[in-house]
Each structure stands twice: as structure tokens, then as C-alpha cells.
T-cell receptor, first 113, second 110 residues
Framework: SQTIHQWPATLVQPVGSPLSLECTVEGTSNPNLYWYRQAAGRGLQLLFYSVGIGQISSEVPQNLSASRPQDRQFILSSKKLLLSDSGFYLC????????????FGQGTRLTVV | GQSLEQPSEVTAVEGAIVQINCTYQTSGFYGLSWYQQHDGGAPTFLSYNALDGLEETGRFSSFLSRSDSYGYLLLQELQMKDSASYFCAVRDRGFQKLVFGTGTRLLVSP
């Protein structure tokens, strides 16, 4: 069966510090991968998506970046965090093809102080 | 671009029926899906409509009208545990991009 791991679950970082959030998927190959951010009580904002190794599409220009160094690994990074980067970050995967079913990691609650 | 609009909040009592609407605008359409998210948790998949009509899965049903760019999620026999946020979502741009609606917070009271 397929599983998705995302860590850490919570993170408190000072303004200006770097960020690295990692997500890995097991039990499937060549998944579509996604990073979303959710502010408290709000919707899911798509940040990045990837259809293959090294292929990253950015939805929102900001001080975040994403990388996919391996087929089932997706990393969200920042060189210098801003207060506005605080939020709930969710990694997700979906099979390639017509399915719109996506599977989410448990999320990382990031607080920038 | 894509946009999906939902009511921000819906309230209902246990045992009732509630409908959560979603209207969408998208370039290319490959189906409408619904997700449930409890506070502090991750979204989980509920249902998917690729064609017009009603899809039933237990207490939950989902409807799609492609000509109206509209769908809804119907929740029957509401239970307290159904209190959560509900999101519609579409896949766009060659099946690659999954975009979510604004979300509807459902509050079920005794």
C-alpha cells in the first residue's frame, strides 16, 4: 500500500532562518507531487507541483522553492523565512492519469517568530 | 486560471441533510472531487465526479453539472463527527495540477 511521510509535524523558526521540509512517498512510482499552504481557517493554496524528477512548477512567486531530487521525494525550502510564511504546509501525491484522488501527509505547522 | 467558489460556512443539526455547493471556472476540466478536513488534520478524499449526475457513497453523495460548471456535496443523516471543512477540487492543465476551492466549514449541532 502507498504511504506518504511528511516531517517535521511542528516547527518554530526565527525570521531570516532557512527552511527545509521533506516529504516522501512509498509504494508507488512516478507520482504527481504537491506542496500546499493553508492559513488558519482558510483554503489550500497550491505552492508547487511536480510531475517528475527535477520538474517543478511554481504557482505563487515568493521566497519559497521546491525540489524533487528523487522520484518519491519532494522538498520545500526557503533561504530566509518571513513572518508571512507561517502556516500549515501539506504535501500530497496523486497517481498520474485521470484520477483526482490525492493523498496528503499529516502536515507541518510552521510558526515564524 | 482556475477558481472554485464555495460558501464559507454552513450550519445544521444532527440527523439533518445539508448541501455544500461549488461553482468552478477552469481551462480544461477533468472532473470534480471533494475532500473533508477536520481541524488540525489533513484533507481526506471523499468522492469524485467525472460525468454529470449523482454519485452516492454511503451517507455522502456528490453531484456534477458540467454545463453549469457546478457541483455539490450532499451529506445525509448528519452526525457530530461530520463537523469539518469540505473542499471541492479540480484537476487542470493536462491532469497535472490539483486546485482546491475556498472551503466550507460545516458545523453540526445537537
Amino acid at each position: 500500500s502507498q504511504t506518504i511521510h511528511q516531517w517535521p509535524a511542528t516547527l518554530v523558526q526565527p525570521v531570516g532562518s532557512p527552511l527545509s521540509l521533506e516529504c516522501t512517498v512509498e509504494g508507488t512510482s512516478n507520482p504527481n507531487l504537491y506542496w500546499y499552504r493553508q492559513a488558519a481557517g482558510r483554503g489550500l493554496q497550491l505552492l508547487f507541483y511536480s510531475v517528475g524528477i527535477g520538474q517543478i512548477s511554481s504557482e505563487v512567486p515568493q521566497n519559497l522553492s521546491a525540489s524533487r531530487p528523487q522520484d518519491r521525494q519532494f522538498i520545500l525550502s526557503s533561504k530566509k523565512l518571513l513572518l508571512s510564511d507561517s502556516g500549515f504546509y501539506l504535501c500530497a501525491w496523486s497517481p498520474t492519469g485521470l484520477s483526482t484522488e490525492a493523498f496528503f501527509g499529516q502536515g507541518t505547522r510552521l510558526t515564524v517568530v | 486560471g482556475q477558481s472554485l467558489e464555495q460558501p464559507s460556512e454552513v450550519t445544521a443539526v444532527e440527523g439533518a441533510i445539508v448541501q455544500i455547493n461549488c461553482t468552478y471556472q477552469t481551462s480544461g476540466f477533468y472532473g470534480l472531487s471533494w475532500y473533508q478536513q477536520h481541524d488540525g488534520g489533513a484533507p481526506t478524499f471523499l468522492s469524485y465526479n467525472a460525468l454529470d449526475g449523482l454519485e452516492e457513497t454511503g451517507r455522502f453523495s456528490s453531484f456534477l453539472s458540467r454545463s453549469d460548471s457546478y457541483g455539490y456535496l450532499l451529506l445525509q443523516e448528519l452526525q457530530m463527527k461530520d463537523s469539518a471543512s469540505y473542499f471541492c477540487a479540480v484537476r487542470d492543465r493536462g491532469f497535472q495540477k490539483l486546485v482546491f476551492g475556498t472551503g466550507t466549514r460545516l458545523l453540526v449541532s445537537p
